[in-house]
């Protein structure tokens, strides 16, 4: 056999494992934890629109980022229809890179890893967006990402009351049985709504995690109070938003973004004029603005995920692996070879030696 260069790998079996050890709810804080850290070292990240191929059904993305001392980047998806098929509306997987080799240190699923740092992010800007004390979330959009919404705004926010909406019942039906078969949820109180406008009334903070390919309008001007907090999470694509217009554009609304170049394209301000004026989340972690100036202003964190937080989340996998080594396997991506000039030799020559023999 050639001899390779072990790459750690992290499957789905793998990820489930490291959950298991180390807990969602406290996965989803320490990587809150890194992403914020990331977030306050924002000029040192080489920082780019993600590249999009759109079709008519969906979009397949690529999500570069490096520090100057790793690089990573995200493969993903986003496909509304796929789950009238039986398959995911969004998948993913991603590589952490040493830049002063180029090799791989890590190649593993983002699947699961999207919605659990999607989620740490959502709470994170929650955090300093958010009027604090809140404690009643809606979620309209109970499919895939709802769950890991739920824990991380538990988690983090204190939020101790959920009311949830989506217009497939299963689906809500779904997100209630996952979270009551939570022990460290036992406290979550849970309604489910008969629509968004009843979802929404009564919350602090309102999570917008729908699919829908279109300019969909979730939340209309009249359902959202003075002091509210937004988390828009499912408009992520041109053409693909969640919020009546005149709500981001409504006096005493604080519109945050992750990075603006590429929320002007896919976030729900792909809707306003290239001037309009929002806040950069770097900016408010490291005190250059407010996040919130009193506690009737409207916040809205327009989400669209960005590539420093799958660095984030792929730095903190590979941190994972080196403290519980029991849980790390090694997959034969790259070769190692005695003369590194010899890659026919050192690996079909050998091969081909293999099948005379055989
Ligand atoms: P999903 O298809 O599993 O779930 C979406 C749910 O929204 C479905 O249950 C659907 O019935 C519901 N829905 C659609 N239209 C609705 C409406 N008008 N009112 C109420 N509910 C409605 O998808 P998912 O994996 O949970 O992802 C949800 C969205 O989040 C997608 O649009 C995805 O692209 C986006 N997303 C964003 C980020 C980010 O970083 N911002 C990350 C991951 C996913």
């Avoid at 997987?93 to 002063?100: K, N, R, S």
């Avoid at 709504?193 to 209309?220: G, P, W």
Wanted: glycine residues 8%.
């Amino acid at each position: 056999m050639v001899p390779f260069i072990g790459v750690p790998f992290i499957g789905i079996s793998d990820i489930q494992r490291l959950l298991q050890r180390v807990g969602i709810g406290a996965f989803i804080e320490r990587l809150a934890g890194e992403i914020e850290a990331d977030y306050r070292r924002w000029e040192q990240f080489e920082k780019s629109a993600r590249v999009a191929s759109h079709s008519t059904v969906g979009v397949i993305e690529l999500m570069p980022t490096s520090d100057g001392q790793q690089y990573a980047f995200k493969y993903v998806n986003g496909h509304p229809q796929n789950t009238a098929a039986g398959l995911l509306t969004v998948t993913a997987f991603g590589v952490l890179a040493d830049v002063q080799t180029g090799y791989p240190l890590l190649l593993s699923e983002l699947t699961i890893t999207t919605a659990l740092r999607t989620a740490a992010m959502s709470a994170l800007a929650a955090r300093w967006l958010a009027r604090p004390g809140g404690s009643t979330m809606a979620i309209i959009g109970n499919g895939a990402q709802s769950e890991f919404q739920a824990i991380a705004f538990h988690r983090l926010l204190g939020v101790r009351a959920l009311r949830l909406y989506d217009t497939d019942p299963a689906a809500t039906a779904k997100l209630l049985r996952n979270l009551r078969a939570m022990p460290e949820l036992r406290d979550l109180q849970l309604h489910v709504a008969t629509s968004t406008a009843d979802a929404v009334m009564c919350a602090h903070i309102v999570t917008t995690v729908t699919a829908d390919k279109r300019n969909a309008v979730i939340l209309t001007p009249s359902m959202v109070k003075p002091g509210m907090h937004l988390n828009a999470v499912g408009g992520d694509c041109p053409g693909k938003t969640e919020l009546h217009v005149d709500i981001l554009t409504r006096p005493g609304t604080r519109v945050v973004v992750e990075f603006a170049p590429q929320s002007r394209i896919e976030g729900e301000i792909q809707q306003l004029p290239a001037n309009f004026g929002v806040t950069e989340f770097a900016d408010v972690v490291s005190g250059q603005s407010i996040g919130r100036a009193d506690a009737d202003e409207v916040t809205v964190f327009d989400s669209v995920g960005f590539a420093l937080e799958d660095f984030s989340a792929l730095r903190l996998l590979h941190q994972l692996l080196q403290e519980h080594g029991d849980l790390r396997r090694t997959i034969d991506l790259v070769p190692e070879l005695t003369n590194p000039k010899d890659l026919f030799g050192g690996v079909l020559g050998t091969t081909q030696r293999l099948q005379r023999v055989a």
